[in-house]
T-cell receptor, first 113, second 114 residues
Framework: DAGVIQSPRHEVTEMGQEVTLRCKPISGHDYLFWYRQTMMRGLELLIYFNNNVPIDDSGMPEDRFSAKMPNASFSTLKIQPSEPRDSAVYFC???????????FGPGTRLTVT | KNQVEQSPQSLIILEGKNCTLQ??????????LRWYKQDTGRGPVSLTI?????NTKSNGRYTATLDADTKQSSLHITASQLSDSASYICVVSASPWNDYKLSFGAGTTVTVRA
């Protein structure tokens, strides 16, 4: 099993640019989660999907953030426009049973200058 | 105020020694508590998950304890190895019908030295 796959692994962009992060969950997992991790705030849940449907997006910081899951094997997290305070590591995770046994991807380190 | 407090923030131990990490929480109601290990540059990996009725759970050299009455948990690492150097994160979940509301601790950074 390849595990959760995220791309890109590193992203450097300028303020105001659009950023798209990608995630491929483990095959057969019906829950997908997006997290953000910073030194100041630690891990934060942004949004999660069940069977491709967004269930709770209350953790999404602003309207500049949006997430989609067009099918069971792909999800995107988009930031438009990006700001320096969005700099963080963004993790995607998937699971079979909601929040039990979540499997995390390697993360995308985003730097907005 | 964070509902999950971990201590110490960081610690350094010699290879082969034991150590214990603490997690205190105020999350209520309570569903389960998890300990994750996060290596530098990697995503967190689940070590243990404990529900209200479980007091102890082991995963190899890792042993987690839970006291739901005092809302405290600990993670004990036995005979530490260099590969145990990582950040350990305590995560608490509220009641099952609201299980997606997770509260994360800030983590304890463990450095194991030869």
């Amino acid at each position: 099993d390849a595990g959760v796959i995220q791309s890109p692994r590193h992203e450097v962009t300028e303020m105001g640019q659009e950023v798209t992060l990608r995630c491929k969950p483990i095959s057969g997992h019906d829950y997908l989660f997006w997290y953000r991790q910073t030194m100041m705030r630690g891990l934060e849940l942004l949004i999660y999907f069940n069977n491709n449907v967004p269930i709770d997006d209350s953790g999404m910081p602003e309207d500049r953030f949006s997430a989609k899951m067009p099918n069971a094997s792909f999800s995107t997290l988009k930031i438009q426009p990006s700001e320096p305070r969005d700099s963080a590591v963004y993790f995607c995770a998937s699971s079979l049973q909601g929040f039990y046994e979540q499997y995390f991807g390697p993360g995308t380190r985003l730097t907005v200058t | 105020k964070n509902q999950v407090e971990q201590s110490p923030q960081s610690l350094i131990i010699l290879e082969g020694k034991n150590c214990t990490l603490q997690c205190n929480y105020t999350v209520s109601p309570f569903s389960n508590l998890r300990w994750y290990k996060q290596d530098t540059g990697r995503g967190p990996v689940s070590l243990t998950i404990m529900t209200f009725s479980e007091n102890t759970k082991s995963n190899g050299r890792y042993t987690a304890t839970l006291d739901a009455d005092t809302k405290q948990s600990s993670l004990h690492i036995t005979a530490s190895q260099l590969s145990d150097s990582a950040s350990y994160i305590c995560v608490v979940s509220a009641s099952p019908w609201n299980d997606y509301k997770l509260s994360f601790g800030a983590g304890t950074t463990v450095t194991v030295r030869a």
